[in-house]
């Protein structure tokens, strides 16, 4: 299981502002180590952001995203204690998830 | 042992259709999008995702800055501020890879993000927001003085 997300959410009203930050190198496969080598590609490709388990947010992200990504978004009719889950999926198969209430 | 017999079969059969049930809903999301994420053109990309045309507009507003020092690490935030916006996507024309990103919102989150992303050498970034099956367009140029991919 890979490390877990830092999930921050901020309730305004009734809007919410959520930054996220998943540990990640996102490797492109492009790059190349110190001997020459290409590092293989290793990187997130899919994340779901659900609000007491209604999913809100679908994202697919590419290598272009950077190392160790993070990420804002805002929700709109969610009230304090509601249950916010994020998740993602990298190229692997390695699979993160984490859940938080909103304060 | 007779050759398979019928309620043997029948009890592997169920198994298998359980056993596929089952692993369904981990599937169940949009699937990555491989075509378009490894298209190596912008146009290609944009052609997986199945934008045929798309008009620039004003309401989709990209916030980025002119000059970035570090190619690894661009701030982009992206709002879409057409009324009922389903997706958005972001293009980074020059990189080897140019999609980027593209995130589909449903009812209870605003079509926003801001996300750091890797940009290769200077580029026009885009991005298309979707809304009643029409896309509409930004683009904004980003100058990058070192790189952000490669070694």
Not at chain 1, 36 to 48: L, N, R
Not at chain 1, 65 to 78: A, E, K, T, Y
Not at chain 2, 7 to 26: E, F, K, T
Request: aromatic content about 6%; glycine content about 8%; overall charge positive.
């Amino acid at each position: 299981m890979a490390e877990p997300m830092k999930i921050r959410a901020t309730l305004k009203g009734d809007l919410c502002d959520v930054r996220v930050l998943m540990v990640h190198p996102m490797e492109t496969g492009l790059r190349k180590d110190t001997n020459g080598a290409v590092v293989p590609a290793h990187f997130i490709q899919e994340m779901t952001v659900k609000v007491n388990g209604r999913t809100v947010i679908e994202g697919q992200i590419s290598q272009a995203v950077s190392r160790n990504p993070v990420f804002s978004f805002r929700l709109n009719g969610v009230k304090a204690g509601d249950k916010l889950e994020i998740a993602w999926l990298d190229n692997k198969g390695e699979r993160s998830q984490t859940e938080t209430a909103i304060a | 042992m007779s050759s398979m017999n019928p309620l043997r079969r029948l009890s592997l059969q169920a198994a298998a259709a359980l056993v596929a049930g089952l692993a369904l809903p981990l599937r169940a999301l949009a699937a990555w999008n491989k075509e378009a994420f490894q298209a190596k053109s912008a146009a290609d990309a944009l052609k997986s995702l199945g934008v045929a045309s798309s008009a620039e507009s004003k309401d989709v507003v990209i916030e980025a800055p002119q000059i970035a020092e570090n190619g690894a690490v661009v701030p982009i935030e992206i709002t879409s501020n057409v009324p009922n916006t389903k997706s958005i996507a972001l293009v980074i024309e020059k990189n080897p890879f140019p999609l980027a990103a593209k995130f589909d919102f449903a009812e209870g989150a605003a079509p926003y993000v801001k996300v750091n992303v890797k940009v290769g050498e200077s580029s026009f970034v885009r991005v298309l927001a979707e809304a009643g099956g029409k896309f509409y367009s930004a683009s904004k140029e980003i100058k990058v003085t070192i790189g952000g991919c490669g070694g």
